[in-house]
């Protein structure tokens, strides 16, 4: 199978870059980054070494879930701009060599959209079946109840929302304004495939990230969730509807119909609540199986604590052993990884799986994060803001500053749950979970300069400039040697001149070292060693038995300033959060 997974693709040798329009840059000072403020920083993202940008959703949007409740596929909601921008950024991105993937958003829709406000009409519409609709279950007693236990993700209630209108629920695994999709019917699956999929890549799109792609098929017999929190009336769905019964047959149809159909594409799958699952999820990369590219998997994102607002302390061998088996797993099975530290929906890595707490180690440490990704196999993506060590919301934000639908119902919820006879609750521990994990941290605006907001925008942003912005900025980093954004496009081109980097074949070496994480990458006759200390001590690693490349090695980076590269021999010094990539030929 390595001869599989080590088989050339653009899709697996270019870095995609994200970004999260509203908060990327503004062009029109309205205080929302929009596609002409992202056309404006064109040269800034091929500078960076991005071949494709993946852009979070621009379609039309009540915006109550920032975009992903989608009202209308084919239009431009005015608060991005038009249709013709979006050609214009196309075109703008294809002259500099550079691809555009397009968020899709295929499990559910607005509650807005068209085919939903048909759907709630009567029972024998055309587009009722477009949806989840069904009647309510009656108690004993005679109250009316859902039709079974499902909870929504975003808050604590239930996944059906009664419609007084026709007197049946509809089903949303997400907020009640996202209402889920039916799969089950092959005339929206027809629909979204010519209509959604073939516009989008016929007017010069290159592909999608499919937003929670392995939520389309459920269990269609709804049946209740096992209870897994006692004392909890709502539970978790996600044995029934995270990679359901006829997940791989709508993947390979939609591939066979649409994706095979423009050979240049790059697609990748969002699949989470799939955890500890390898086996559960590498079907649908395997080339053999003709249904996607790539996936985003969950489990490295979760290892400091799921559901996502929890805050877990974990160990490094966590860490590594997650990464170690996706690298080793995929190479196995002739599979492809999507590797990322950072999205739209999760906290800063640099606070997270760095050190935040001094500037220097803030250096060091994305520095070292940027070694980490970039010597990976797998896909590279980075976040807007990641290239800069952009960091979380400061701990002194009050809940106000919070945007997320997510993050406000977290908090709300919790507030009613402690409000006891009048008295204010301590809602200390709330703040500290949203400080540490919400998605607000990442969607923080985009630190271009150190001038009134941070340079995204002349106008009041929709959400408050992280207070670093004067110090933390790609004006103060980008013509310094030293600046992270300075080693992130290093970086990029490390990993492009040495292809060990993307398909390297990945042995670790002492798992269980707490502090260090190493390993080699081999791929034809050049070997690649990598070793990062997470720990803010320095730390002697022996190699003992293993067998490390001998002689002066061709070439080496490290995030610390270092003399020209020497031999390792067997044993090494590595000082406080050193990390360091070498490579050697003939080896
Ligand atoms: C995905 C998106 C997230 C969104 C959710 C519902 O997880 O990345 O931002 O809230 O799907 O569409």
Redesign the pocket.
């Given at each position: 199978m390595a001869e599989t997974f080590q088989r050339r693709a653009h899709y697996k040798e270019c870095c995609i870059y994200q970004i999260y329009p509203a908060s990327f840059c503004d062009g029109n000072g309205d205080g929302m980054g929009d596609i002409p403020g992202i056309i404006s920083k064109l040269d800034y993202l091929k500078d960076l070494g991005c071949d494709v940008i993946w852009l979070?959703p621009i379609y039309q949007s009540p915006f109550v879930?920032?975009g992903?409740?989608v009202s209308d596929y084919t239009a431009i909601d005015p608060r991005f701009g038009t249709l013709d921008d979006v050609d214009a950024l196309i075109a703008g991105l294809h002259e500099r060599g550079i691809k555009l993937v397009m968020d899709l958003?295929i499990?559910?829709t607005s509650n807005e959209h068209y085919w939903f406000k048909e759907s709630r009409k009567s029972k024998d519409n055309p587009y009722r079946d477009f949806y989840w609709w069904r009647p309510p279950k009656w108690s004993e007693s005679g109250e009316r109840l859902p039709p079974n236990n499902w909870r929504e993700?975003?808050s604590n209630g239930s996944a059906w929302q009664w419609d007084e209108h026709t007197g049946e629920y509809y089903l949303h695994l997400?907020a009640k304004e996202?209402p889920d999709l039916n799969w089950e019917n092959p005339k929206l699956r027809q629909v979204i495939y010519e209509d959604v999929m073939k516009w989008w890549l016929d007017r010069g799109v290159d592909g999608f990230r499919m937003?929670?792609i392995n939520l389309i098929s459920k269990n269609p017999e709804l049946p209740d969730a096992s209870i897994q929190d006692e004392g909890e009336t709502w539970q978790w769905s996600y044995e029934h509807t995270a990679n359901g019964p006829r997940i791989h047959e709508f993947l390979k149809e939609m591939n066979k119909e649409v994706l095979s159909l423009y050979p240049d594409i790059i697609t990748v799958g969002?699949t989470?609540f799939t955890h500890h699952d390898f086996d559960t999820l590498v079907p649908y990369v395997l080339p053999e199986n003709n249904e996607l590219q790539m996936i985003f998997q969950f489990e490295q994102t979760e290892v400091d604590g799921y559901p996502p607002l929890v805050v877990k302390k974990y160990t490094l061998p966590e860490f590594k052993q997650v990464t170690s088996r996706w690298q080793t797993g995929m190479q196995e099975r002739g599979g492809w990884n999507a590797n990322y530290l950072e999205?739209?929906?999760v906290a800063r890595s640099v606070s997270r799986f760095g050190d935040d707490s001094t500037p220097e180690n803030r250096v060091l440490t994305a520095k070292l994060l940027a070694l980490l990704q970039c010597t990976l196999s797998g896909t590279l993506y980075v976040y807007q803001g990641e290239e800069i060590a952009m960091a979380n919301i400061p701990p002194s934000w009050s809940i106000e500053e919070y945007k997320d639908?997510?993050s406000q119902a977290y908090y709300h919820e919790e507030y009613e749950i402690r409000k006891k006879d009048g008295q204010t609750p301590d809602m200390s521990d709330v703040m500290h979970a949203l400080q540490c994990k919400s998605?607000d941290c990442a969607r923080t605006p985009m630190q271009w300069s150190d001038s009134t907001q941070a340079g995204f925008s002349t106008g009041i942003p929709w959400m408050r400039v992280n207070d670093d912005y004067r110090e933390w900025n790609v004006e103060a980093q980008k013509d310094d040697p030293k600046s992270v954004l300075s080693f992130w496009k290093d970086m990029i081109k490390f990993r492009k001149r040495y292809l060990s980097s993307t398909y390297g074949l990945f042995e670790e070496i002492h798992p269980d070292h707490p502090h260090i994480y190493s390993y080699t990458k081999t791929y034809d006759r050049e070997t690649m060693l990598v070793i990062i200390n997470f720990a803010n001590e320095s730390v002697d690693f022996d190699f003992g038995n293993v067998k490390i490349p001998a002689g002066k090695p061709k070439d080496q980076i490290s995030n610390l300033e270092s003399g020209s590269a020497a031999s390792v021999d067997n044993k090494v010094s590595m000082r406080p959060y050193e990390a360091r990539a070498m490579v050697w030929d003939g080896q």
């Amino acid at each position: 199978m390595a001869e599989t997974f080590q088989r050339r693709a653009h899709y697996k040798e270019c870095c995609i870059y994200q970004i999260y329009p509203a908060s990327f840059c503004d062009g029109n000072g309205d205080g929302m980054g929009d596609i002409p403020g992202i056309i404006s920083k064109l040269d800034y993202l091929k500078d960076l070494g991005c071949d494709v940008i993946w852009l979070s959703p621009i379609y039309q949007s009540p915006f109550v879930d920032n975009g992903y409740d989608v009202s209308d596929y084919t239009a431009i909601d005015p608060r991005f701009g038009t249709l013709d921008d979006v050609d214009a950024l196309i075109a703008g991105l294809h002259e500099r060599g550079i691809k555009l993937v397009m968020d899709l958003i295929i499990n559910h829709t607005s509650n807005e959209h068209y085919w939903f406000k048909e759907s709630r009409k009567s029972k024998d519409n055309p587009y009722r079946d477009f949806y989840w609709w069904r009647p309510p279950k009656w108690s004993e007693s005679g109250e009316r109840l859902p039709p079974n236990n499902w909870r929504e993700e975003f808050s604590n209630g239930s996944a059906w929302q009664w419609d007084e209108h026709t007197g049946e629920y509809y089903l949303h695994l997400y907020a009640k304004e996202q209402p889920d999709l039916n799969w089950e019917n092959p005339k929206l699956r027809q629909v979204i495939y010519e209509d959604v999929m073939k516009w989008w890549l016929d007017r010069g799109v290159d592909g999608f990230r499919m937003d929670v792609i392995n939520l389309i098929s459920k269990n269609p017999e709804l049946p209740d969730a096992s209870i897994q929190d006692e004392g909890e009336t709502w539970q978790w769905s996600y044995e029934h509807t995270a990679n359901g019964p006829r997940i791989h047959e709508f993947l390979k149809e939609m591939n066979k119909e649409v994706l095979s159909l423009y050979p240049d594409i790059i697609t990748v799958g969002e699949t989470p609540f799939t955890h500890h699952d390898f086996d559960t999820l590498v079907p649908y990369v395997l080339p053999e199986n003709n249904e996607l590219q790539m996936i985003f998997q969950f489990e490295q994102t979760e290892v400091d604590g799921y559901p996502p607002l929890v805050v877990k302390k974990y160990t490094l061998p966590e860490f590594k052993q997650v990464t170690s088996r996706w690298q080793t797993g995929m190479q196995e099975r002739g599979g492809w990884n999507a590797n990322y530290l950072e999205n739209h929906d999760v906290a800063r890595s640099v606070s997270r799986f760095g050190d935040d707490s001094t500037p220097e180690n803030r250096v060091l440490t994305a520095k070292l994060l940027a070694l980490l990704q970039c010597t990976l196999s797998g896909t590279l993506y980075v976040y807007q803001g990641e290239e800069i060590a952009m960091a979380n919301i400061p701990p002194s934000w009050s809940i106000e500053e919070y945007k997320d639908v997510a993050s406000q119902a977290y908090y709300h919820e919790e507030y009613e749950i402690r409000k006891k006879d009048g008295q204010t609750p301590d809602m200390s521990d709330v703040m500290h979970a949203l400080q540490c994990k919400s998605r607000d941290c990442a969607r923080t605006p985009m630190q271009w300069s150190d001038s009134t907001q941070a340079g995204f925008s002349t106008g009041i942003p929709w959400m408050r400039v992280n207070d670093d912005y004067r110090e933390w900025n790609v004006e103060a980093q980008k013509d310094d040697p030293k600046s992270v954004l300075s080693f992130w496009k290093d970086m990029i081109k490390f990993r492009k001149r040495y292809l060990s980097s993307t398909y390297g074949l990945f042995e670790e070496i002492h798992p269980d070292h707490p502090h260090i994480y190493s390993y080699t990458k081999t791929y034809d006759r050049e070997t690649m060693l990598v070793i990062i200390n997470f720990a803010n001590e320095s730390v002697d690693f022996d190699f003992g038995n293993v067998k490390i490349p001998a002689g002066k090695p061709k070439d080496q980076i490290s995030n610390l300033e270092s003399g020209s590269a020497a031999s390792v021999d067997n044993k090494v010094s590595m000082r406080p959060y050193e990390a360091r990539a070498m490579v050697w030929d003939g080896q």
